[in-house]
């Protein structure tokens, strides 16, 4: 066994780095661990839709860091990373703070790509973190006093584009006239057809309205510009949330100071950084040599923590690590209130069952991530046997 001199520091503790970190510190409970996060939270972000309707209250999604980690003995530190030296081993923080690593883990998570489009970043909404919540949640309900069928853009046709929509018509009813704009010719293309059929199907009951291969030119304060089969069209607003895709949060990362591809880092398949083996990079901030179609999502961040505990505890015992595989365990996606879809393993269920069945397997997910959370939402365990199926299923991860 090597013996650790300097600490093993994680930067990021969303799925991929409060995964990682709670596992190692299971299979080596002596190893010194210290975890760096720039906010005081975790984010829950899957459950970010029920936050919003009030399904569920803001704290159960969103507990405090130095709660999870104090109670099994990591140190957790609340900074924001802006350097990383990979020769020296040794991290820069805003505050001026250094920090010298035997290993690093990097998994800062995403960030909204407004693609560089004309006015999105001064003139839209977005949906990626609390902060986002807490002003979308803000500008709908001062919305609530002035007239109805205001005119609501969401720009993207994947998950968090279709879950956004029916959540905001179930809770606001006629509040909002509600459009999806979608550059391609089909919503959540890239997700089961299954749950993309019943997406389509809770859309249409809804009356929200998709305009398919149609692309965003640009955003004013009260105009949304749009190119599609018929032309170029400015249509009013009042609202536009963008969800059209992310990139990888690197800020922190000097050009070509190591490989990229897609703009994230690019790891081999033991997660590691190829120049500096003492590196990882795990979550969406990263892809994996020859998996690069691996989809950008709390599963394979989770999996990908849950691996790399392993791998490092096999190289602190000088083993040699081994490659990544992943499991795809399916997919489920809420669509409104009381409602959602799942796909995987072999089982579909759509409506009101899959509404409790995808929260209770978020419940049976979140021990790992946090106990404090586990109690908080008891509840979901009262129904705890009737799905023993599916938690048997999807606890494999
Ligand atoms: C609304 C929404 C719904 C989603 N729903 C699903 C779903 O149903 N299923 C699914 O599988 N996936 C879902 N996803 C995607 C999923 O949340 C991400 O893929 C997942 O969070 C990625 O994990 P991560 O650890 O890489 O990053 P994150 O979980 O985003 O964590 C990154 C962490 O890094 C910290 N950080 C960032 N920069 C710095 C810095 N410079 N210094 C220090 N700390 C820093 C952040 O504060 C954050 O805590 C959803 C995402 C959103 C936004």
């Not at 209770?360 to 946090?370: E, S, V």
Request: charged letters at 25%.
């Amino acid at each position: 066994m090597k013996s650790i001199q300097k600490p093993i520091v994680i930067v990021g503790a969303g799925f991929a780095g409060m995964t990682f970190a709670l596992n190692l510190k299971k299979l080596n409970p002596s190893i010194p661990i210290i975890v760096v996060d720039s906010e005081t939270n975790f984010i829950f972000k899957p459950l970010m839709y029920e936050v919003l309707s009030k399904e569920i209250r803001s704290w159960e999604a969103t507990p405090k860091f130095a709660n999870i980690f104090s109670d099994v003995g990591i140190t957790f530190l609340r900074n924001c990373l802006t350097k990383i030296s990979f020769k020296e081993n040794i991290l820069e923080f805003s505050d001026d703070l250094k920090l010298s690593y035997q290993y690093l883990v990097i998994c800062t998570g995403s960030i909204p790509n407004s693609f560089l489009i004309k006015g999105v970043d001064e003139n839209c909404y977005f949906f990626n973190d609390f902060h986002d919540l807490e002003e979308l949640n803000s500008f709908l309900q001062k919305s609530q006093e002035t007239a109805s069928h205001n005119k609501l853009f969401i720009v993207g046709g994947g998950p968090s584009g279709i879950e956004l929509a029916c959540k905001i018509k179930d809770i606001f009813v006629d509040k909002f006239e509600i459009n999806v704009v979608e550059k391609s010719n089909e919503i959540l293309n890239k997700n089961k057809i299954f749950n993309r059929e019943q997406a389509e199907k809770a859309l249409e009951k809804r009356k929200i309205k998709v305009l398919l291969n149609s692309t965003v030119k640009e955003v004013s304060e009260t105009k949304i510009t749009i190119s599609s089969e018929v032309g170029i069209t400015s249509l009013d607003k009042d609202l536009v949330i963008w969800t059209a895709g992310v990139k990888p949060n690197l800020s922190y990362l000097e050009t070509d100071e190591i490989t990229k591809k897609f703009g994230r880092i690019l790891v081999n398949k033991n997660l590691q950084v190829e120049s500096y083996k003492n590196c990882f990079a795990i979550g969406d901030i990263s892809v994996i040599e020859g998996m690069e179609d691996l989809p950008i999502t709390a599963q394979v961040a989770m999996q990908e923590g849950n691996h790399l505990a392993n791998n490092l505890q096999l190289l602190i015992q000088g083993k040699d690590p081994s490659p990544f595989e992943f499991q795809d365990n399916g997919e489920m996606i809420s669509l409104g209130i009381g409602e959602a879809s799942i796909s995987g393993l072999g089982v579909t269920l759509s409506g009101k069952l899959a509404f409790e069945a995808r929260r209770l397997i978020y419940a049976a997910k979140l021990p790992d991530i946090t106990e404090s959370l586990k109690s908080a939402s008891s509840w979901i365990f009262q129904k705890k046997s009737i799905f023993k199926k599916f938690l048997k299923k999807d606890n494999s991860d």
